[in-house]
T-cell receptor, first 112, second 111 residues
Framework: RKEVEQDPGPFNVPEGATVAFNCTYS??????FFWYRQDCRKEPKLLMS???SGNEDGRFTAQLNRASQYISLLIRDSKLSDSATYLC????FGGGADGLTFGKGTHLIIQP | DTAVSQTPKYLVTQMGNDKSIKCEQN?????MYWYKQDSKKFLKIMFS???????INETVPNRFSPKSPDKAHLNLHINSLELGDSAVYFC??????????FGPGTRLLVL
């Protein structure tokens, strides 16, 4: 079983729509959670951390369900510039190099 | 002003050669990493280096050897390059196991 699973997409969404995607992780020892964004031929950049209580940053909302080992990202009023690959990341403290695990990413295309 | 920098940006070389990629961070972080992103875009940790302690991912061939002359630098040396080593290699840094900041990547092509 893959450690962090995401639907690779692509998700084709019209501009202005709301889009949600999810990820599941297999290691219950995971301690911290993030969404990263990666544009084509660029490095991954932190979009937001994900907290147990859920958190919002402008048009972006992240949720974490520890019981189900499930993380979500919601993007409201999507913009053309939101087109990118979104990487779900979990971090296991004390796990050494293996504690840093990325999903394969979900490819999002916002269409005009 | 670049927080995490890597050189070179592109590297094209022949099979069997030895090459190095350099990484530097000016964020004052104590942990640095090397990742490999293959043609399927899967980003996978290779090494992390925290306060002079190297944590090795055992799936990485021993042809890959990281070297950290100081906290701000983590270089990657690759011996006897193989076709399958072609990928984008990203360096990253963080405070302990916190948020990671990535370098722009080194695109390696082995012919």
């Amino acid at each position: 079983r893959k450690e962090v699973e995401q639907d690779p997409g692509p998700f084709n969404v019209p501009e202005g729509a709301t889009v949600a995607f999810n990820c599941t992780y297999s290691n219950s020892a995971s301690q911290s959670f993030f969404w990263y964004r990666q544009d084509c031929r660029k490095e991954p950049k932190l979009l937001m951390s994900v907290y147990s209580s859920g958190n919002e940053d402008g048009r972006f909302t992240a949720q974490l369900n520890r019981a189900s080992q499930y993380i979500s990202l919601l993007i409201r009023d999507s913009k053309l510039s939101d087109s990118a690959t979104y990487l779900c990341v979990v971090n296991i403290f004390g796990g050494g190099a293996d504690g840093l695990t990325f999903g394969k990413g979900t490819h999002l295309i916002i269409q005009p | 002003d670049t927080a995490v920098s890597q050189t070179p940006k592109y590297l094209v070389t022949q099979m069997g050669n030895d090459k190095s990629i350099k990484c530097e961070q000016n964020l004052g972080h104590d942990t640095m990493y090397w990742y490999k992103q293959d043609s399927k875009k899967f980003l996978k940790i290779m090494f992390s280096y925290n306060n002079k302690e190297l944590i090795i991912n055992e799936t990485v061939p021993n042809r890959f050897s990281p070297k950290s002359p100081d906290k701000a630098h983590l270089n990657l040396h690759i011996n006897s390059l193989e076709l399958g080593d072609s990928a984008v290699y990203f360096c990253a840094s963080s405070r302990s196991m916190g948020t990671q900041y990535f370098g722009p990547g080194t695109r390696l092509l082995v012919l």
